[in-house]
């Protein structure tokens, strides 16, 4: 059985920041790309970053670029974003998924930003 958990969301001040973790199981993380996206309030799922199965290949979206760096750790099961220097417009669910639609992810962890 396929299973993503995300954890480390929490509420932060602009500027602070936050490691989201993902511990997957049920398959073989090193055969897969990786995501992270996000779905906002009111808003649909948007990917943030995604990372390569070898993990050679690293990209973010604009929004984001300079800010958060997705990472993997393969022999953990595990896959990593640090973001830092949040705005309030990162307020979001954050989900690991499996695919850049996030039709395979896991339940979200919710991370807020607010002064």
């Known amino acids: 059985q396929v299973q993503l958990v995300e954890s480390g969301g929490g509420v932060v001040q602009p500027g602070g920041s936050l490691r989201l973790s993902c511990v997957v199981s049920g398959f073989a993380l090193s055969d897969y790309w990786m995501w992270w996206v996000r779905q906002a309030p009111g808003k649909g799922l948007e990917w943030v970053s995604k990372?390569?199965?070898?993990?050679?290949?690293?990209y973010h979206a604009n929004f984001v670029k300079g800010r958060f760096t997705i990472s993997r750790d393969d022999a953990k099961n595990m896959v990593f974003l640090q973001m830092n220097d949040l705005k309030p417009e990162d307020t979001a669910v954050y989900y690991c998924?499996?695919?850049?639609?996030?039709?395979?992810r896991g339940q979200g962890t919710q991370v807020t930003v607010s002064s």
């Open positions: 990372i390569s199965n070898r993990g050679n290949h690293i």
């Open positions: 998924a499996r695919d850049e639609k996030g039709q395979i």
